[in-house]
């Protein structure tokens, strides 16, 4: 399988390619504020806003840095309510912002194993496989945003609908 790898202070991580819709180069993103501090905002993509999660103030609590290697990773979001009665028709976007997203590798399913440790609080990270350079561990684009949070970014109906 192919993977996006980017790193979070040093530490590489991968995301499955095929959940990826682009990769774009880094980008204002308009703060929102009323949402948790990994929300970094909103970016405009082909004239919808699309929610940013910064992924290194989600794991490691301080805001992506901009670097030359930073980009916002556009996925489609892909938890449990996603495909909800009630679910948009449309698969609803998010972007991920990621520092060093800049290469991808193949890595087949099966090199993948259980860490040994338990992450509740990041149930995004998945399994790591080992190669010459260490460790890489699988992001689980899924498990992002957990079902507060979702409902934040994609209010079924959406929250201005209705408004006078």
Same mark, same amino acid.
């Given at each position: 399988?192919?993977?996006?790898?980017?790193?979070?202070?040093?530490?590489?991580?991968?995301?499955?390619?095929?959940?990826?819709?682009?990769?774009? $180069?880094?980008a204002p993103v308009r703060a929102f504020p009323g949402t948790p501090a990994y929300?970094?905002? @909103?970016?405009?993509?082909?004239?919808?806003?699309?929610?940013?999660?910064?992924?290194?103030?989600?794991?490691?609590?301080?805001?992506?840095?901009?670097?030359?290697?930073?980009?916002?990773?556009? @996925?489609?979001?892909?938890?449990?309510?996603?495909?909800?009665?009630?679910?948009?028709?449309?698969?609803?976007?998010?972007?991920?912002?990621?520092?060093?997203?800049?290469?991808?590798?193949?890595?087949?399913?099966?090199?993948?194993?259980?860490?040994?440790?338990?992450? $509740?609080?990041?149930?995004?990270?998945?399994?790591?496989?080992?190669?010459?350079?260490?460790?890489?561990?699988?992001?689980?684009?899924?498990?992002?945003?957990?079902?507060?949070?979702?409902?934040?970014?994609?209010?079924?109906? $959406?929250?201005?609908?209705?408004?006078?």
């Open positions: 399988m192919l993977f996006l790898v980017f790193e979070l202070d040093g530490e590489r991580y991968a995301l499955d390619a095929r959940e990826i819709a682009h990769v774009l $180069p880094l929300i970094a905002g @909103v970016i405009d993509y082909e004239g919808a806003p699309v929610p940013v999660v910064d992924l290194p103030m989600l794991a490691l609590g301080r805001p992506a840095r901009t670097l030359m290697s930073t980009r916002l990773v556009l @996925v489609y979001d892909g938890g449990a309510e996603a495909g909800a009665a009630g679910a948009h028709a449309s698969p609803r976007r998010l972007a991920l912002l990621l520092e060093s997203a800049t290469r991808t590798q193949s890595i087949a399913p099966e090199r993948f194993a259980e860490g040994g440790i338990a992450t $509740p609080e990041a149930r995004w990270l998945g399994p790591v496989a080992r190669d010459e350079r260490g460790f890489v561990q699988w992001v689980k684009v899924a498990q992002l945003l957990d079902a507060r949070v979702r409902a934040l970014l994609f209010p079924d109906p $959406p929250s201005w609908q209705g408004a006078s």
